[in-house]
């Protein structure tokens, strides 16, 4: 919890695990970060926003229900905002909710890199297969791969774009 030093450590009892911060937190040691009342505390939001690597999930606790504030939140990179009149059982389920949807968006990362491994090797095996038949094509397709990763990487692709330019290159 940040922001409001009142309005924080009013609200701390009800969130079990929640810290009041003073000062912009790194937001590499967060899980989540609950700005209240972020009229004048913008910059945790986009401390948190701007900081390098992972950010933790994000969220505003408006004291007051005004819409330009609430897209102001969501501008600097809010996952959620929420309003001081909500409930605070109601509160925590919702913040538990946005940990446990991160957790399994982290668990479908991982089973889709291991996805695409076993297809780039089911690949590269077919290609082996038929390179065997005809000594005039052996390597070629490892030669196009490498050149192809090689040009998208020049060319300043993301990561994404430099695998399936290699893919397509085997």
Known sequence: ????????ERLRPSLPG???LGAVPDPQELDA???????????LLE?????PGPRPLMFALLCREDLAQVERCFSLGADDVFSMELNPAILTMRLERHLKDRAVLAQLAAVN?????????IVKVMVKVLETKDEYTKFHSDNVSKYSRMIA???????DEVYSAGLAGI
């Open 18 to 20: 929640a810290q009041v």
């Open 153 to 159: 990487t020049r060319m300043g692709l993301g990561k």
């Open 33 to 43: 970060l609950l700005v209240v009342c972020p009229e004048g505390s913008e910059a």
């Open 113 to 121: 890199e291991r996805s695409n491994r076993l297809f780039l090797n």
């Open 47 to 51: 401390a948190a926003a701007a900081a």
């Open 1 to 8: 919890l940040s922001g409001d030093p009142a309005q924080a």
